[in-house]
């Protein structure tokens, strides 16, 4: 993916942040939709989250392991 270290930093930090804030407006329709909207937007974001993990932060990691996270399965 990217050769330079400092930027493969920087883009996993910002990965990150975005899987966690997405992470956390699950919980937050979960609370405040009913089960069809909720099964919906869970749906999507199910989405992003497969292409945030496999096609983003996985090469990322390949290419740069000691970013990869302790808890991190390939």
């Known amino acids: 993916m990217f050769e330079d270290k400092n930027l493969a930093a920087s883009v996993d930090n910002k990965l990150r942040s975005c899987y966690q804030l997405l992470e956390e407006s699950i919980w937050e329709v979960n609370k405040q939709c009913n089960e069809e909207q909720a099964k919906a ?8 989250f497969s292409i945030l993990v496999f096609e983003l ?18």
């Open 41 to 48: 937007y869970r749906q999507k974001i199910g989405g992003i």
């Open 57 to 74: 932060m996985g090469p990322l990691y390949e290419a740069h392991p000691e970013l990869k996270p302790p808890d991190w399965e390939d």
